[in-house]
């Protein structure tokens, strides 16, 4: 049967306060008790028999309800309301009460290992925090609500994590790591979307594991190590060509050296070699003339 078809939850009609019915209760029992086995007139007998039947009847309707767990009413097998508020509350003793939590809980999933959009395995986990919101839906569209909502969070984990890459190597686009926030609303987005047939709400999800799978985790180490190298390296050079292009500008600027094409060449060699180094270089004193 379609999700639309299931009934929606809804208070239907408003429990009769079950303290004073109880106590209205035991009265009529012990009124009725005490006139039905009396030798006395047979109206007095009736009477009797009358208010042990209702008695019974007001104290057989009461129904506690605790916080955080509703009772569906459920007449005929019809679904009749849902009473919500915490207390005792008289229903009608025919109809059947059923109770539905709607306590906040949250679900873990297992670490699973799935293929990024660029094709490479990773494991993921994640966590969300879910509750019931409607009572009629728990009851009557999935057998297992708790299971329910497990298996349709792992399947939107999976689908998640196969279609994004782990980390986006051009530097543009979504990915699981870089893009933590977006993938998170996705992530609620989708699985909300999935377990709402059930009657519950996503209040949160995030994501508890994302790594590469251990047999390419050297590789992609190796890969992002590399990848640090050449971003510094790049950081570097740009740095030094506009430390360059400063020096040659003051020189030039202040009249302190007139040099030609091939030594300003040599300049150039010699700072970029200087600025650019991993390590220490040696100086050198020229004793001789400008063009030794």
């Not at 009460?97 to 906040?104: C, G, H």
């Not at 933590?180 to 209040?203: F, N």
């Not at 030094?240 to 007139?258: F, S």
Request: some cysteine; proline content about 5%.
């Amino acid at each position: 049967m379609p999700p639309g078809r299931y009934p929606r939850s809804r208070a239907g009609r408003r429990p009769a306060p079950g303290v004073r019915l109880l106590l209205a209760g035991i009265g009529l029992l012990a009124a009725g008790i005490a006139l039905a086995p009396g030798a006395g007139p047979t109206a007095l007998i009736v009477v009797g028999i009358v208010l042990v039947l209702v008695g019974l009847t007001a104290v057989l309707g009461l129904r506690p309800v605790v916080a955080g767990q509703a009772r569906v009413v459920q007449l005929f097998g019809r679904y009749r309301g849902t009473v919500r508020a915490p207390g005792l509350h008289w229903v009608n003793p025919v109809a059947r009460r059923r109770p539905v939590s709607i306590r906040i809980r949250n679900h873990e999933t297992a670490v699973a290992k799935v293929n990024d959009a660029d094709g490479n395995p990773i494991e993921i986990a994640a966590v969300v925090v879910w509750q019931g919101v409607d009572t009629a839906r728990a009851l009557y569209a999935v057998d297992d609500v708790p299971r329910f909502v497990a298996i349709q969070t792992e399947t939107a984990v999976r689908h998640i994590a196969s279609s994004y890459p782990c980390i986006s190597h051009d530097g543009g686009g979504l990915s699981l790591r870089d893009s933590a926030e977006e993938i998170t609303l996705r992530l609620s987005a989708e699985i909300a979307d999935r377990i709402r047939p059930a009657g519950v709400a996503v209040l949160e999800s995030r994501l508890t594991r994302l790594s590469y799978a251990a047999e390419i985790a050297q590789a992609m180490l190796r890969w992002q190590q590399a990848d640090a190298v050449v971003g510094a390296r790049q950081r570097i050079v740009e740095g030094a060509v506009g430390m360059v292009r400063l020096a040659l500008r003051r020189l030039a600027e202040e009249d302190v050296v007139d040099l030609d094409e091939e030594r300003n060449a040599a300049m150039v060699s010699n700072l970029l070699v200087v600025l650019c180094s991993e390590q220490a270089t040696q100086q050198v004193v020229n004793t001789g003339s400008l063009c030794q």
